[in-house]
Every structure is written in C-alpha cells, then in structure tokens.
C-alpha cells in the first residue's frame, strides 16, 4: 500500500438504483477503477429491468428490494448493510453517473474532521447552476442547515456524502423515505443525533439519462414541498419515526 | 318522528349486526369494533329516546337538536379518518422495514450459497 494512512478504512459505496440498467454498470465500473478498495453495493429499489443482473456482472454486491421504496428505503437498507458487515465508512453514490466517483476519496479523507461529508455541488468546482424558485429553496436549505450544524453548508440536496461509523449508526436506525427526507431531513436527523456535517467542493456531471426539470411551476412546487419538508424536519422529536413515536409519545 | 324512530332504529341494528358477524369470522379486531359497538348503541339510545337529544342539544345551547347530532356525527367521523391515516402510517413504516429487511435477508443467504458452492 502506497498510502500514507496509518490503517486504511473499509469503505463501502452505496448506490441506490432504480431503472438505471442502462448507466448502472458504467458507474459501478468507474468507481471499482478510482477507488479499487471500495466495496459497492447497489440497492435495486424495485426495478423491473436488469439493473440487478447488470450490477452483479460489473461485480457489485446486489441487494435487491421487493417492491419500490424510494431513494430514502434503499439507503437504509444500505446503511445497514455497512453497519452488519463491518464498514468503517458508507459512502452514497448515485447511479446515474452524475457523481464523479474521483471526489470518492476526498469525501472520505474529510471524514477525519466531520462524521458525515457532503459532496457539494455549489461550492467552487464545476458549473451546477439553478435559478428562480429552485434555487431560493436551495438556499434556504442551505442556510438553515449551516445555522444547525454550526458548519458552512451550501448543497444540502446533493446526494452525494459520506458516512462515519457514527452517522452510519444513526442512519442504520433513522432515515426518512418522504420528499427530501433522504437529504435534508436525513442531515437534520444526524445533526440533531450529535453528528457533525462537514462539504466538499464537488463538480457535477451531466446525468447520463434524464435532465432536472427546470420548469417554474415545478420548481415553485419544489420551493413550497422544500419549505414543508423542512420545518417539519425541523420541529419533529427526534428520533421519531412512526415505530417509535407509538412507543414513546402515545 | 316516527320515521326518525324506524330508521335510527333499522340502522343501529344492521351495525351491531354486522359488526358482531365481521367478529365472529374474525374479521375485525376488538379494539375496532368496541369503538363502532357504542357509536351504534348511541345512535340507538338517540333512536329510541329522542328526548336525550333534545335535552344534550339544551344542555349545550344549540337550537336545533339534530345539528348537534351532525356536528357530533361529523366530528366522529373526522376522527376516525384520522386515526386511519395514523395507522396506515405506521403499518407503511412497518413494511417499509419489513422490505428493506427482506432485501438484505435474500441478500445474505445469495453470498452464503455462492459461498458453500465455491
């Protein structure tokens, strides 16, 4: 090992997936040749193509759910998956390709000041740009989440980060499956849980299927359903998924 | 009066029926159907004896005694919708455990036959 570091963290890449056979494998590939240390697990959130054949020949760990869950399920079950088998570190990935998995290892060096990293698309590097509705509810996300975890947080909806055995902990028990609950609720969950929130400065690629929608009544949509996310994240008792408000509250 | 009689009468009969059949082939949960089981004896007692609906409406200050049986009526029903919403919540996080569970058992046990086959 040519790496300085005194022991090296066993890193696992968790990438959630769905109806992404056709970019799926590529990503996979790319992150195995970057960072070839990493474990991959991919969470096939229900898809009804190939993607959990196409992950398994590019040599992933598949983990294949029932039925849909959404962004926030897969990463549970993903968080878990790194907290049974071991992981010193559980780094999410998304599966289309946008996350340039060279920023991988940054992430994860940024893990010795903070217990989770996030990789931040607004911060320097790169040309991500959002306007109009979308981009006042970025920026009061961003806000808001900077003044609770006491770091400057500039892309609260990136999800790309990285996770420490600690934030993994919180994750494996507590993490939403409702609108922005995978990444904005999520960070308030582990800040409030005592984790601290550290970024990066990433550059995006351009998906390689899709384009985010850049519509105004969407993304006015996005500004209302982002305020509502958020204050609700912001007042609930924590932890309190459904389970445990039934044991704990009523 | 007389109709109000009959079909208060006809109509908390058919429920307390119907809920003491759906108990017997087990297809409602006490805790459910204790609940409907005196929203049917009320509506049978209001039935029977109107007076106690006039009485509770004076008692109260509402003029019209059958609004006051609506607005009771509307309020229960709001409620229950409400503790539907609650419990199908809960029953949704439960199975969402459930899946992500069942994604990482089927996991476990592919690595272990790949294991003992190698």
């Known amino acids: ?250 | 009066m007389r109709a109000n009689y009959v079909l208060g009468l006809i109509g908390s009969l058919i429920t307390l029926t119907l809920l003491f059949e759906l108990l017997r082939r087990r297809r409602l949960r006490e805790k459910y159907a204790v609940f409907w089981a005196v929203v049917a004896l009320a509506t049978l007692v209001i039935a029977v004896f109107p007076a106690t609906l006039t009485a509770a409406a004076d008692v109260v200050g509402v003029e019209v005694p059958a609004n006051l049986l609506f607005f009771g009526a509307s309020m229960l029903l709001l409620g229950v919708s409400i503790h539907q919403s609650y419990e199908m919540g809960r029953l949704e996080e439960r199975t969402r455990t459930l899946a992500e569970e069942v994604g990482l058992l089927r996991l476990e046990l592919q690595s272990q036959a790949d294991r003992d086959r190698s």
């Open chain 1, 1 to 250: 090992m040519p790496e300085p570091r005194r022991t090296y963290p066993r890193v696992l890449a968790v990438v959630p997936a769905f109806n992404e056979q056709e970019s799926v494998g590529r990503t996979i590939e790319e992150l195995v040749s970057v960072n070839p240390s990493v474990d991959v697990l991919v969470v096939d959130d229900g898809s009804g193509d190939h993607t959990a054949q196409v992950a398994r020949q590019a040599g992933a760990i598949v983990c294949q759910l029932p039925y849909n869950l959404g962004v926030g399920g897969a990463m549970r079950a993903g968080y878990r998956y790194a907290l049974r088998h071991d992981y010193d570190v559980a780094v999410q990935v998304d599966a289309d390709g946008q996350h340039d998995p060279t920023y991988l290892k940054a992430l994860v060096d940024e893990l010795d000041t903070a217990d989770i990293v996030v990789g931040a698309r607004f911060a320097g590097e790169g040309d991500y740009h959002a306007r109009g509705p979308r981009r006042w509810a970025m920026r009061l996300l961003a806000v808001t989440l900077t003044r609770l975890a006491h770091h400057k947080l500039t892309d609260v909806t990136s999800g790309f980060r990285a996770a420490n055995r600690r934030a993994i902990r919180v994750f494996a028990d507590h993490y939403p499956a409702e609108y922005l609950g995978d990444t904005v609720e999520s960070l308030v969950i582990a800040i409030r849980s005592g984790c601290t929130v550290s970024q990066v400065p990433v550059s995006m690629r351009i998906r390689s299927g899709g384009r985010a929608s850049h519509s105004p009544l969407r993304a006015g949509v996005y500004l209302v359903r982002a305020v509502v996310a958020l204050s609700l994240a912001l007042v609930r008792k924590w932890p309190s998924t459904l389970e445990n408000l039934s044991e704990e509250d009523v």
